[in-house]
């Protein structure tokens, strides 16, 4: 019997059903502050995209494994990231595996075939493609 007290103890002194609706009311509000909270305190999508992204390219990554960390589906995530970036995602993951490249070429003794390895072709040849696609992009006289 004392834990139906316990139970009915948010309602005690609640003497109309205006009292309890206030009382349940204050309870959803309560609720709504929390998820409110929650929300505002956890990654966009966007920002979980990235994170993704950053910590994973060096891997055999896809969209559709994007999609399913984010829990989004995988023409969601195509169309948010190129909402957001203006940039298409793959693009993205290329730029950013060539920058990674650039980086080893100078500061390593690795071998192409090695630095394509390590930042997540899996093999020269789509390397070596994108590495040429990025370098045509660039102004005459840039530095790759």
């Not at 007290?5 to 509000?29: C, D, H, R, V």
């Not at 192409?112 to 020269?124: L, N, Q, R």
Request: proline share 2%; net charge negative.
């Amino acid at each position: 019997m004392g834990e139906q007290t316990e139970l009915g103890s948010p309602f005690y002194g609640k003497k109309t059903i205006a009292e309890i609706q206030e009382w349940f009311l204050e309870i959803i509000n309560h609720i709504i502050d929390y998820i409110q909270l929650y929300r505002d305190s956890s990654p966009s999508a966007i920002d979980q995209i990235f994170c993704y992204i950053n910590d994973n390219f060096n891997r055999d990554i896809s969209i559709e494994m994007v999609a399913e960390h984010v829990g989004l589906s995988y023409s969601h995530v195509r169309k948010l990231f190129k909402d957001k970036t203006g940039k298409n995602i793959l693009d993205y993951i290329n730029s950013l595996r060539i920058e990674k490249a650039k980086e080893l070429l100078v500061t390593t003794s690795l071998t192409i075939s090695e630095i394509a390895e390590a930042v997540g072709y899996s093999g020269t040849q789509g390397f070596l493609r994108n590495f040429r696609k990025k370098a045509e992009s660039l102004p005459r006289n840039t530095a790759i």
